[in-house]
C-alpha cells in the first residue's frame, strides 16, 4: 500500500490560475521523441495550451503560439529532411527572434545551431553541431551562469545528458549553466539552450518562470510573403524565401532554350483544329467587353450542373484568390504536397495557413483525421499535383464538416479515364471544385477555368470577381471544350496518357527508381540529389520537388512525353546513375 499522496502538477506549481491559455508549441515527430510527460502537465497546470507540432512535417509553428519547446530526440538522423522545410525554419527563427520564450534541451539545442553536420538548421544561435565518435553520458548538478529565462544566478538543478554531437563554441555570451568552472549553453531573458534534460517535476520553479514568461508573450503568427516592390512587379522579380521555400516557383521556370521540356506538364501534342478555330475567331469580338455567362451555360451542360453554380474565371489561380478573400478564414488547411497557389492567394490575403503534409511511406495516402477539427477552410488536389495520386470521393467526402468549405483543385481530373472520383457532375453542400483547361488542351497562355459550387457561394465569389476577368479567347475555349468533339478527342488524350505514362513507369522500374503511382499526365520520381542538375547539363529540363511542401531535392516531377521522347530522357537518367 502506497500512503504518499501523488504528485500533482497544480500543487507542485503553487501558483494562482492565469486567465488566458497561451499556446506553447512543443517538437514531436520522429526527430523530437524525448520529453517528460511531467513538463506537458505541468505547462497545463500553469495555464498553457500545449500544442504538439512536428519539425518534419509541419510547415508553420501552430497558430498564436507564444511559447516553444524543443526537447530531446535525434535531429542528426533526420538532418535532410529537417533542412528541406525551409518554411518551418524561417517561422521558427523570426518566432525566436521576436522573443516568444523558448526552451531548447539537447536535441533542441542542435536544432537552434547554424547546422548539424553542413545540415542547415534554424541558424537562431551562432553555434554549429557536429557528430562526434564520444558518447556522452552522465548526470550532472549544475549551477544557472545568470538570470536568464528559467533560471536565477547561482541556483543548483540536476539532470542528464545523452549525445554523440558536439557543439562549437560550447557557450555563448552568456551560458545557461555551469558544469564545474565551464560554462555551458546559451541563455538570454527569453532563450535558454543546452544539452543538459532536466525533470521540471523536481524543478518545478523552472516551469513556473516559463509559463509566466509565455502568458507575457505576444502570440506568433507566422511570416507573411514579402511585398514586391514596385520595380520588383514591373520585372516580375517577386522576392521569396529562398529555393526550397519558393511558394511561387513553377515549372516553367526548369525549361529553356535547347532541353527537352520534361518539366511543364501541358499536354504537347498539337491543339484539335476545332479548337484552334474558336480561339481565332474570338478575336472578332475583342472590340467589345468580355461575358463568360454563355461559356457557364456550356459548363453546366457538360456536367450537368445548374448554371446558377458554375462561375468562369481566369484560370484556377483566380479562383484561388477569390476563395481567399471569400472570408476572414480561422484555419485554412492546405494539404501537401500539392499546388502551391493556394498558399500564395491565402497569405496574399493575411492568412496564416496550416499544411497538413502527406507521407511517402504511406504513398501520400490522406487520413481525413489528420485535417485539425478547427479547419474551416480545406484546400486539396485530386490528382494531387506533384504526386500523381487520386484519393478516393469517400475520403474526400469525410472531409466535409458543418462550418467548414473543402476546396478539390480537379486541374488533372480531366486527364483520368473516366474521370473517377471527380465532384465536378454531383453538387455537394461544403465543397467547391475548381477546374483549368490548362494542362489536356495546352493552353496556359489563355488562362481559363472555373468554379462548380452551390450558388450561394458563386454569388459570393462572383461579387468578389473583377469584372470583365475573364477574356473573349478564354470564354471561347470554355465553350468549344464542353462540346461533343472536345468530348471524343478527350477520351483519345486521357488514353494517350496513360499508355505515355506507364512507357515512363516501366522504365524507371527497369532503371530501379523509385516513383509513385500516378493517375496525372506526370510522375513523381526518387533519382536521388543532383540528378536534376545533371540532367540539366545534358540537355533534359524536368521539375524540381523540393519546392512542393514535403518533398526535398532527391524528387522530381517528370512529365508524360511521347515514348520515343520518354525514351531518350530514360538513357540520359540511365547515365546520369
Known amino acids: 500500500e502506497l500512503h ?9 506549481l503553487s501558483m494562482e490560475p492565469l486567465p488566458t491559455q497561451p499556446v506553447v508549441a512543443m517538437a514531436g515527430g520522429r526527430a523530437f521523441t524525448f520529453r517528460y510527460a511531467e513538463t506537458e502537465e505541468l505547462l497545463r497546470a500553469a495555464g498553457c495550451e500545449v500544442v504538439i507540432f512536428d519539425p518534419l512535417r509541419d510547415h508553420t509553428l501552430p497558430p498564436d503560439t507564444a511559447g516553444i519547446y524543443l526537447g530531446g530526440g535525434f535531429p542528426e538522423v533526420h538532418a535532410a529532411g529537417l533542412t528541406a522545410n525551409e518554411s518551418l525554419r524561417e517561422d521558427l527563427r523570426a518566432a525566436i527572434d521576436a522573443g516568444i520564450p523558448t526552451v531548447a534541451e539537447c536535441a533542441g539545442l542542435l536544432y537552434l545551431c547554424s547546422s548539424v553536420d553542413d545540415a542547415a538548421m534554424i541558424g537562431t544561435l551562432e553555434a554549429t553541431a557536429a557528430m562526434s565518435s564520444r558518447l556522452t553520458l552522465s548526470y550532472r548538478r549544475v549551477t544557472a551562469v545568470g538570470d536568464d529565462l528559467l533560471s536565477r544566478q547561482g541556483e543548483e538543478v540536476t539532470g542528464h545528458e545523452f549525445h554523440r554531437t558536439t557543439v562549437s563554441p560550447a557557450t555563448g555570451a552568456q551560458g545557461a549553466w555551469l558544469v564545474g568552472d565551464s560554462p555551458v549553453g546559451f541563455a538570454t531573458p527569453t532563450l535558454h539552450a543546452s544539452y543538459l534534460h532536466t525533470h521540471w517535476a523536481g524543478h518545478p520553479h523552472l516551469a513556473k518562470r516559463f509559463a ?46 535547347g532541353l527537352l521540356d520534361f518539366a511543364v506538364n501541358v499536354y504537347d501534342d498539337p491543339r484539335p483544329t476545332w479548337l484552334d478555330d474558336a480561339l481565332r475567331a474570338s478575336l472578332d469580338d475583342v472590340g467589345a467587353y468580355p461575358d463568360p455567362s454563355g461559356a457557364e451555360v456550356a459548363i453546366a451542360r457538360r456536367h450537368g450542373r445548374d448554371p446558377a453554380e458554375v462561375l468562369a474565371t481566369a484560370g484556377a489561380a483566380e479562383a484561388f484568390s477569390l476563395i481567399a478573400g471569400a472570408s476572414d478564414w480561422g484555419r485554412p488547411v492546405v494539404v501537401h504536397p500539392q499546388f502551391t497557389e493556394p498558399d500564395v492567394a491565402l497569405q496574399a490575403s493575411g ?45 474526400i467526402r469525410a472531409l466535409l464538416r458543418p462550418d467548414r468549405l473543402v476546396v478539390v483543385d480537379e486541374a488533372f481530373l480531366d486527364s483520368v479515364p473516366g474521370e473517377t472520383h471527380s465532384f465536378a457532375p454531383t453538387p455537394t453542400p461544403g465543397l467547391v471544385v475548381v477546374r483549368s483547361l490548362t494542362k489536356l488542351w495546352g493552353i496556359p497562355g489563355v488562362r481559363a477555368g472555373y468554379v462548380l459550387a452551390e450558388p450561394g457561394i458563386i454569388d459570393e465569389l462572383r461579387w468578389r470577381q473583377v469584372p470583365w476577368s475573364v477574356s473573349a479567347t478564354a470564354a471561347a475555349a470554355m465553350v468549344a471544350t464542353a462540346g461533343e468533339d472536345a468530348r471524343a478527342e478527350a477520351a483519345l488524350r486521357t488514353q494517350r496518357i496513360a499508355t505515355r505514362r506507364s512507357v515512363l513507369g516501366q522504365g524507371l522500374t527497369d532503371l530501379g527508381i523509385p516513383y509513385v503511382a500516378s493517375q496525372a499526365p506526370f510522375v513523381l520520381a526518387r533519382p536521388g540529389s543532383g540528378v536534376r542538375e545533371r540532367l540539366r547539363a545534358a540537355g533534359y529540363a524536368v521539375r524540381r520537388a523540393d519546392t512542393f511542401p514535403g518533398l526535398d531535392e532527391s524528387w522530381v516531377r517528370i512529365a508524360v512525353r511521347a515514348p520515343e521522347t520518354t525514351r531518350k530522357l530514360l538513357a540520359a537518367l540511365r547515365l546520369e546513375r
Open 4 to 12: 504518499d499522496d501523488p504528485w500533482d502538477p497544480v500543487s507542485a
Open 212 to 257: 509566466q514568461a509565455v502568458h507575457r508573450a505576444a502570440p506568433h503568427n507566422g511570416i507573411p510573403l514579402p511585398c514586391p516592390t514596385p520595380e520588383q512587379r514591373t520585372s516580375g522579380s517577386v522576392p521569396d524565401r529562398g529555393s526550397k521555400g519558393d511558394l511561387r516557383h513553377h515549372g516553367d521556370r526548369e525549361s529553356g532554350a
Open 351 to 395: 492568412h496564416r495557413v496550416t499544411h497538413v503534409v502527406l507521407d511517402a511511406e504511406d504513398d501520400f495516402t490522406l487520413d481525413p483525421a489528420k485535417i485539425p477539427d478547427d479547419a474551416d477552410l480545406v484546400f486539396l488536389g485530386n490528382p494531387t499535383n506533384p504526386t500523381g495520386v487520386l484519393h478516393p470521393a469517400a475520403t
